[in-house]
């Protein structure tokens, strides 16, 4: 089943300034239409009160809504789909828990890792990290344009075809190179929620991705 998988994807965390539901409101307002709810700082309870408001907000302004990990909320709330990121996560297995309606993202740090996303059905694929970043910290290679630029050329040449988009350490200024590498978009967080006005930062991503 072909999913609508978004250019550009925003990804929620917890933040000192604004609330997760703060950022789906301002993200919805300035035309997000794909919302990745990733927080895990907090107990059930609390991730399903954040989860449903954040669901009618996206349902409001026809967002996808997607959480980060937390499979076991599946149909507790209005959740379109679930980004894993454990790179060893078997998404076969996932996919049968799962079904075919609901979008399944994965991550990956190598071309390797692309490869077996792709053979295993997932529907999209972040990769990274493209530069430093301090919102989701690890000891991976920084993949730089050049990475990309190799990783699209393999899966070209072995005919995947993956919805692949870079993460970490994304800013404004990186995304014309990116996107010339020939992935298909961009995950961006900090870059945007971390912006003096991040519904303008949002809309500056929106416009140089379209």
Same mark, same amino acid.
């Given at each position: 089943?072909?999913?609508?998988?978004?250019?550009?994807?925003?990804?929620?965390?917890?933040?000192?300034?604004?609330?997760?539901?703060?950022?789906?409101?301002? !993200?919805?307002?300035?035309?997000?239409? $794909?919302?990745?709810?990733?927080?895990?700082?907090?107990?059930? #309870?609390?991730?399903?009160? #954040? &989860?449903?408001?954040? !669901?009618?907000?996206?349902?409001? $302004?026809?967002?996808?809504?997607?959480?980060?990990?937390?499979?076991?909320?599946?149909?507790?709330?209005?959740?379109?789909?679930?980004?894993?990121?454990?790179? #060893?996560?078997?998404?076969?297995?996932?996919?049968?828990?799962?079904?075919?309606?609901?979008?399944?993202?994965?991550?990956?740090?190598?071309?390797?890792?692309? &490869?077996?996303?792709?053979?295993?059905?997932?529907?999209?694929?972040?990769?990274?990290?493209?530069?430093?970043?301090?919102?989701?910290?690890?000891?991976?290679?920084?993949?730089?344009?050049?990475?990309?630029?190799?990783?699209?050329?393999?899966?070209?040449?072995?005919? &995947?075809?993956?919805?692949?988009?870079?993460?970490?350490?994304?800013?404004?200024?990186?995304?014309?190179?990116?996107?010339?590498?020939? &992935?298909?978009?961009? !995950?961006?967080?900090? +870059?945007?929620?971390?912006?003096?006005?991040?519904?303008? +930062?949002?809309?500056?991503?929106?416009?140089?991705?379209?």
């Amino acid at each position: 089943m072909k999913k609508f998988i978004e250019k550009l994807q925003f990804i929620s965390h917890d933040l000192d300034t604004l609330t997760h539901i703060q950022q789906a409101q301002i !993200a919805c307002e300035a035309g997000a239409k $794909w919302f990745q709810y990733r927080c895990l700082t907090k107990k059930d #309870d609390e991730l399903l009160k #954040d &989860i449903q408001a954040i !669901a009618e907000i996206c349902d409001d $302004w026809g967002a996808t809504l997607i959480v980060t990990d937390h499979v076991h909320l599946n149909g507790k709330a209005d959740i379109q789909g679930f980004h894993i990121e454990d790179m #060893d996560a078997d998404f076969n297995a996932l996919r049968a828990q799962l079904g075919e309606a609901i979008t399944i993202g994965g991550s990956s740090n190598t071309v390797g890792g692309l &490869i077996r996303l792709a053979h295993e059905g997932v529907d999209y694929a972040g990769f990274g990290p493209f530069s430093v970043t301090t919102t989701k910290p690890n000891n991976a290679e920084l993949l730089g344009t050049e990475g990309y630029v190799a990783a699209m050329q393999k899966l070209r040449e072995m005919h &995947i075809e993956l919805p692949v988009l870079a993460v970490g350490g994304v800013t404004l200024n990186d995304v014309d190179a990116l996107m010339a590498t020939g &992935i298909f978009g961009i !995950a961006a967080s900090a +870059a945007i929620n971390q912006a003096a006005d991040m519904a303008s +930062a949002y809309r500056d991503f929106y416009d140089k991705i379209r």
